[in-house]
């Protein structure tokens, strides 16, 4: 019975991300794709409503040898129980131009997300933020994670420059 009701929020959670991503997608036709930010999180367990972890993200812009640092935290509300491993987040930076400076990024992001995994798993994260609510990440974050968690709500992302 558990199971069943926690194969229905992930699956309403799924629904959310996808229409989260509908949404980015949206607002990201407006702008072009700028490069790709790579984020690796931390480990921890889950609580039932939410959960917070700690991000070393790494942005690379389209055509350069640059790339830019950051520190934050991915927090999750909504149901989330568990413990997950080490993950890594990758998204497609979607900006107004194709010229997003150094620290640029930096800013808080939401959208909504969805998470299973039993061993390894996979979860979708759709956010909008940065500058002016002016960047995507898009069109949905792929995380490997290893553990067991379950997971379906609002995700916010918070990045500073190092």
């Known amino acids: 019975m558990m ?3 926690a194969s229905r929020l992930l699956m309403i959670g799924t629904i959310a991300a996808a229409l989260a991503g509908m949404a980015v997608a949206q607002a990201a036709s407006k702008g072009v794709e700028a490069g790709y930010l790579r984020c690796n999180v931390d480990a921890g367990a889950s609580f039932l409503f939410g959960s917070s ?11 350069t040898k640059r790339t830019d640092r950051y520190t934050g935290s991915i927090d ?3 149901v989330d129980i568990g413990y997950r491993e080490n993950g890594v987040l990758v998204w497609g ?6 010229d997003v400076g150094p620290g640029a990024l930096a ?9 299973a995994a039993a061993g390894y798993g996979l979860g979708a994260n759709a956010l909008i933020g ?3 609510k002016s960047i ?11 553990g067991l968690n379950i997971a379906a709500g609002v995700t916010t992302l918070t990045l500073k420059a190092r």
Do not use: M, N
């Open 3 to 5: 199971f069943a009701t």
């Open 53 to 63: 972890r700690d991000i070393q993200c790494s942005y690379t812009p389209h055509g």
């Open 76 to 78: 999750s509300f909504g």
């Open 93 to 98: 930076v979607i900006a107004p131009s194709a």
């Open 107 to 115: 800013g808080k992001y939401s959208g909504a997300s969805a998470e």
């Open 130 to 132: 940065g500058s002016d």
């Open 136 to 146: 995507a990440l898009q069109p949905l974050s792929i995380e490997g994670t290893e």
